[in-house]
């Protein structure tokens, strides 16, 4: 790949706006998403190809051009989970088509529990790396009516659908399962096999990666009990036909806890009380990274509550066997607790990394009120405190906030956390922020701890403050403003000009912030509105910001993208917007599959390979470049984990990325078999790219 070909990033202008702040989400292999009133959009990204030379000098193409549009107003359906029960034996009975689904309320609220809203998204998450089908993360999004509904690949292997997917697409994207509001999920304990869950889930959170196919999910209703739950995809025999497999889900419950906090007394529920605050947000759940040590994984599952905030351990064996329970041990107490006043909206975010302080593993985040930033740190080891007693508000001072602590009326929409290296030592974690208005008025809409030596502002930053600042005559500014398409240079009035009456040209409200998977480019969605006039169209923008290669050789320590722990595609975006290095089997120079690899696999292969003929003719072959070639002149596309020659359809697979092909597993054992006698194994899980380690396209 050529980084000259590299599809520019611009402003992306969408036809509805968000419902809530933190309205976007960025996956580890850099996937968009992006929840408004009504609509969910995700864009997928694309890399230079060998031909988009030509396409460019036509047009120029611009980042993120493939995207999908799906309706936001998610009916919780039980047909959403027939398959899901299906996977378990369980035949769940659905309303008919012609029959109306009246959706009556769910949990245990006042109002929800008998009746809803129009079931709008408030909340969007990407899972965690390898956990869908090839290996994808899932798209999770949290609906006004309490459900969570997953969304992504869903891939059958005998169908036809897929036999002519040579790119990325939508094609294969589908409704994968749901939680809450009524859905049936299987349970073997109750009677039927499955129950329906009569809860209204308010918020929920993704662990950090753990294993191919293996994940948890915590969620919180509006009971404030918080649940863990185990979910798992991996692949079994059909029944129908034992030769076929089909890629299963399985979604369990581990662990249940109360995550009311310490103030339940009287005053945090009676809304007649003249003292009386609202509380909650679909922000309140966030695990920390995970610390590997000894065959275990540790975790602080964070979460908030009435002006407090809960960190529970959890630790489970690194042995998790697919289609099994995990081994769990959640502590029965929280490991420490903060007394705080919170909002509503207040949320919580961690460092992606564990840092060591005096040789303990300590991790790091920050609250957000969310008028305000309170770093905090948990050691993961030591001994949780002593659970203290329920009080009131009152008794610890954190019904209101504090006199003078506030610094702003302006809430935090957005917030992302620098990576931190390890080495250099800091008093807190790094990170930027951004607030709901942006104006003339107000300069305080996007802050950042970083130091000096990496504190550049990002593009999308300097935009919105020239915007804001500009100023025109009054007689322009009431004229109005095309707020989505005209981002044009108006002319501005001299500041000796009293002739005419100015004003400021452009104030916009932003609804979140985004980083890409290493941190080196951002994104922020915006509505841009005339300071003249009240606006009654319901639209917002993407805007981005990235480092170029000056920057990133600008930059060491403290901003410098990260490689490790990245996906071949998140290395690679940041490779184009990140200013990353370059990466192994994609970049330009980088490509040519290496003849002396050291792999495993590709040495088991190696005699194999030089005894290989044509299929047609019997002729020898020769290596040419990423193919092989016959003296006769048949051409075979070569594979990139063996290099074997691909002499058959349906026997490979297509990397997304580097575009080359690799056998599929089958095809392999049937190979060394063949060479070697029954029972050979072949060491490759078949599902990366051995030339690059990119996702497969099917």
């Known amino acids: 790949m050529d980084r ?360 790091r985040g920050v609250i957000g009120t969310p008028f305000d930033i309170k770093p905090f740190q948990v050691s993961l080891f030591d001994v949780p405190q002593a659970s203290g007693e329920p009080h009131y508000t009152w008794e610890c001072s954190t019904t209101y906030p504090k006199e003078g602590e506030t610094t702003s009326t302006n809430p935090i929409t957005g917030v992302i956390m620098h990576h931190h290296d390890g080495l250099t030592t800091s008093t807190g974690p790094h990170y930027s922020l951004v607030r709901l208005a942006a104006t003339a008025n107000n300069q305080d809409w996007y802050q950042t701890n970083l130091p000096d030596t990496g504190a550049n502002p990002p593009q999308w930053a300097g935009k919105i403050r020239k915007l804001t600042t500009r100023v025109v005559s009054r007689a322009s500014a009431l004229e109005g403003l095309d707020s989505d398409t005209d981002e044009s240079e108006d002319e501005i009035v001299a500041e000796d000009d009293e002739s005419k009456l100015q004003a400021h040209h452009s104030r916009f409200c932003i609804w979140g912030m985004a980083a890409s998977p290493g941190g080196g480019s951002t994104a922020v969605l915006v509505s841009q509105f005339n300071t003249q006039h009240p606006e009654r169209r319901a639209v917002s923008k993407l805007l981005f910001g990235w480092r170029d290669q000056e920057d990133y050789r600008s930059v060491q320590s403290q901003e410098a993208t990260p490689a490790e722990g990245l996906t071949t595609e998140g290395q690679l975006w940041e490779w184009m917007y990140g200013g990353g290095r370059a990466v192994p089997g994609t970049t330009a120079g980088n490509k040519t599959m290496a003849e002396e690899g050291d792999s495993r696999l590709r040495e088991q292969f190696r005699g194999v390979v030089a005894r290989q003929q044509c299929v047609f003719c019997d002729a020898r072959l020769q290596t040419e470049g990423n193919d092989v070639k016959c003296m006769n002149g048949h051409v075979f596309a070569r594979c990139a984990s063996t290099g074997l020659a691909i002499m058959g359809p349906d026997i490979s697979r297509i990397c997304a990325v580097c575009e080359l092909r690799c056998l599929k597993v089958s095809e392999l054992i049937r190979l060394a078999e063949e060479q070697y006698g029954p029972g050979t194994k072949v060491e490759s899980s078949g599902e990366a790219c051995g030339g690059c380690g990119g996702k497969f396209v099917a």
């Open 4 to 363: 000259s070909k590299t599809r520019p990033l611009k402003t992306i202008h969408l036809k509805s706006r968000p419902l809530t702040s933190h309205a976007q989400a960025w996956s580890c292999d850099a996937e968009l998403a992006i929840a408004t009133d009504d609509t969910i959009y995700v864009f997928l990204p694309e890399y230079p190809k060998a031909n988009d030379r030509d396409e460019a000098a036509e047009e120029e193409v611009q980042q993120f051009s493939l995207s999908f549009r799906a309706s936001g107003l998610i009916k919780p359906d039980p047909a959403i989970n027939a398959q899901l029960c299906a996977f378990a034996g369980i035949r769940v009975t659905t309303p008919r088509t012609t029959e109306e689904n009246w959706f009556t309320g769910v949990g245990s609220g006042l109002v929800t529990s008998s009746g809803a809203s129009v079931c709008q998204i408030v909340r969007l998450e990407w899972s965690p790396n390898g956990l869908g089908c090839n290996l994808r993360p899932i798209l999770t999004a949290l609906s006004t009516n309490g459900a969570i509904i997953a969304l992504g690949e869903h891939i059958d292997r005998q169908s036809t659908v897929i036999t002519g997917m040579r790119t990325r697409g939508f094609k294969a994207w589908k409704t994968l399962w749901g939680l809450g509001a009524n859905l049936p999920i299987p349970d073997l304990k109750e009677e039927g096999g499955y129950r329906n869950m009569n809860e209204r889930i308010q918020a929920f959170s993704w662990s950090k990666e753990i294993s191919g196919g293996r994940a948890l999910l915590a969620y919180c209703n509006d009971a404030e009990e918080i649940a863990i739950m185990s979910v798992q995809l991996y692949s079994r025999q059909k029944s129908s036909d034992q030769a076929a497999e089909e890629s299963i889900w399985d979604i369990k419950e581990v662990f249940r806890f109360d995550g009311r906090g310490l103030h339940t007394k009287e005053d945090a529920t009676d809304i007649t009380d003249p003292d009386f605050v609202p509380h909650g947000s679909a922000f309140s759940l966030r695990w920390s990274p995970w610390f590997v040590s000894n065959g275990k994984r540790t975790a602080i599952l964070s979460y908030l509550a009435k002006n407090h905030v809960g960190f529970r351990r959890v630790t489970m064996q690194d042995d998790w066997v697919r289609g099994q329970l995990p081994q769990l041990h959640i502590e029965e107490q929280d490991m420490t607790t903060i007394c705080i006043f919170l909002s509503t909206d207040a949320f919580i975010e961690w460092e992606n990394s564990v840092c060591m302080e005096d040789d303990k593993p300590v991790v």
